[in-house]
T-cell receptor, first 114, second 115 residues
């Protein structure tokens, strides 16, 4: 069966520090991969998605970047964090093609920028 | 562009009460519709989905029917339990093109069920 893991689960970072959140998917090949953010008191917003290695699409302009160095690895990064980057970050995957396919989410990572 | 609007919460019910959480959407073409649930401190889990008009998704006593004529996907449960306390998100995914699989979420509805 397929599983998705992301880490770290919780982190507190000072303003201006770098960020790296990692996500891996097991049990499937060539998945679509996604990073979502859930800001406090707000809904989920799609940040990035990827349909293949090295292929990244950004949905909103921001202080963050994403990379996909391997088929089942998706990394969310920042060179210098802002206070507004605080939130709950969720990695997700889905099978390629067909919009009716379910998107499966990881456990999430709580980021607090202080 | 796509958008999803959910009824504002929080919703507070007594155990065994009837639940409705309204969801309406705006999208081009024929989107797929989803309900996700987020229990306290956890990530999102798929609750149910419907991929075409008049489909009914159901799971764990929850139901939602894809109504194209009213662009709605309201979530219902006949008798809620304390364990149903969570945040519920309505979402849609567009069909085709570069929008494959990407979800547009509503703002979420907090449900609290008291014994």
């Amino acid at each position: 069966s397929q599983t998705i893991h992301q880490w770290p689960a919780t982190l507190v970072q000072p303003v201006g520090s770098p960020l790296s959140l990692e996500c891996t998917v097991e049990g499937t090949s060539n998945p679509n991969l996604y990073w979502y953010r859930q800001a406090a008191g707000r809904g989920l917003q799609l940040l990035f998605y990827s349909v293949g290695i090295g292929q990244i699409s950004s949905e909103v302009p921001q202080n963050l970047s994403a990379s996909r160095p391997q088929d089942r690895q998706f990394i969310l990064s920042s060179k210098k964090l802002l206070l507004s980057d605080s939130g709950f970050y969720l990695c997700a995957w889905s099978v390629q093609c067909f919009s009716g396919n379910t998107i499966y989410f990881g456990e999430g990572s709580w980021l607090t920028v202080v | 562009g796509n958008s999803v609007t959910q009824m504002e919460g929080p919703v507070t019910l007594s155990e065994e009460a009837f639940l409705t959480i309204n969801c309406t959407y705006t999208a081009t073409g024929y989107p797929s519709l989803f309900w996700y649930v987020q229990y306290p401190g956890e990530g999102l889990q798929l609750l149910l989905k419907a991929t075409k008009a008049d489909d009914k998704g159901s799971n764990k006593g929850f139901e939602a029917t894809y109504r194209k004529e009213t662009t709605s996907f309201h979530l219902e449960k006949g008798s809620v339990q304390v364990s149903d306390s969570a945040v519920y998100f309505c979402a849609l995914a567009n069909a085709g093109g570069t929008s494959y699989g990407k979800l547009t979420f509503g703002q979420g509805t907090i449900l609290t069920v008291h014994p």
